[in-house]
């Protein structure tokens, strides 16, 4: 039985643009840090868990999510500095991509659907794996939206602080703003706390805290807007969020990945087999010499990516479970 790994591409490599060894490097004028700590972290992760297959999952656009909340993102570039990380790394981007698929490990996009939905349709598809030789799943990405896919079968991971996720831990203090009941209530919660890092609003001066509170106080969303009906919640808090019912099931929608459209177009799915001679191209090419010593035939990548095989059978069709 092996594991699943699904990497969150842009978001890791996007957040090494703000680690301080990687966000100045560059090569030739090139910047480089988004690839390098990307590959690294691959390299990193596939190590921690040697017998998964890792799979690297990158985002398509989602114009659904755009189309419900125009201004989903757009604090991303708000600002000069915000753009100009951005923008290195849309340079950067298909350099990882190439660099990956040279390194042997599979990656999944979707033209119309995020990473988060890949990841969510894998997830959720995880009562099925068993027939293929699949006992799992672990999520890894510094997004902590993917803990709603949590299940005894997945957990999450993400390398930005090597912390850990599992459905247990999600009902602990562990869970940051928790404990929670469970993915309904987390979910619930966010939806009417809204989500600052998507810049997607939810009902002002109501964070998760005060969410959770009412919520279990009231007994549900139902239950705050019969308290309001009553008199029994006189609370601008819980007035609140009977006036922003609407708001709530909007951000529902965006933030439930069991809510997303199916994808109307082909998820694509690369790979080739690990190329030592075309890694040290690469690695000349970006003055990636520590790396490239990581990635000769029978170094450490090599070692790595043998521990993972015999991998997913071949009848295995990832396209099926993310369609």
Not at 122 to 141: C, P
Not at 160 to 184: V, Y
Not at 210 to 234: M, N, P, Q
Not at 240 to 264: F, G, Q, T, Y
């Amino acid at each position: 039985m092996v594991q699943i790994l699904a990497i969150d591409g842009n978001n890791i490599g996007y957040a090494s643009m703000y680690t301080p060894a990687l966000s100045r490097l560059s090569h030739d004028g090139q910047p480089t840090g988004g690839i390098l700590g990307l590959v690294q972290s691959v390299i990193r992760i596939a190590k921690r868990y040697p017998e998964a297959v890792p799979i690297v999952l990158w985002d398509g656009h989602a114009a659904w999510r755009k189309e419900l909340c125009p201004e989903y993102k757009e604090n991303r570039r708000d600002r000069p500095d915000k753009v100009a990380v951005a923008e290195s790394w849309k340079r950067q981007q298909p350099w990882a991509n190439l660099f990956l698929l040279q390194m042997g490990v599979l990656q999944m996009r979707a033209p119309d659907a995020e990473a988060d939905d890949l990841a969510g349709r894998l997830a959720f598809a995880h009562e099925r794996f068993a027939d293929f030789g699949i006992d799992g799943m672990t999520l890894v990405s510094g997004d902590t939206d993917w803990w709603q896919a949590l299940s005894r079968h997945v957990t999450w991971f993400t390398p930005i602080t090597d912390g850990e996720m599992t459905l247990a831990d999600l009902q602990t203090d562990k869970a940051k703003d928790g404990p929670f009941s469970g993915i309904e209530e987390y979910l619930l919660a966010k939806a009417m706390a809204g989500d600052p890092s998507d810049n997607i609003p939810g009902v002002q001066r109501v964070g998760i805290p005060t969410a959770l509170k009412l919520l279990r106080l009231h007994e549900g969303l139902d239950g705050i807007a019969a308290a309001v009906a009553s008199g029994r919640a006189k609370d601008k808090a819980s007035a609140a969020i009977v006036d922003a019912i609407d708001l709530i099931e909007r951000n529902r929608r965006i933030m439930d990945w069991r809510l997303a459209p199916p994808s109307a177009e082909t998820t694509g799915i690369a790979r080739l087999s690990f190329s030592p001679d075309d890694c040290r191209d690469l690695c000349a090419h970006f003055g990636f010499d520590r790396l490239a010593h990581r990635l000769e035939p029978g170094g450490e990548w090599d070692t790595l990516q043998r521990s993972f095989l015999p991998e997913v059978p071949a009848a295995f069709d990832f396209a099926e479970f993310t369609a």
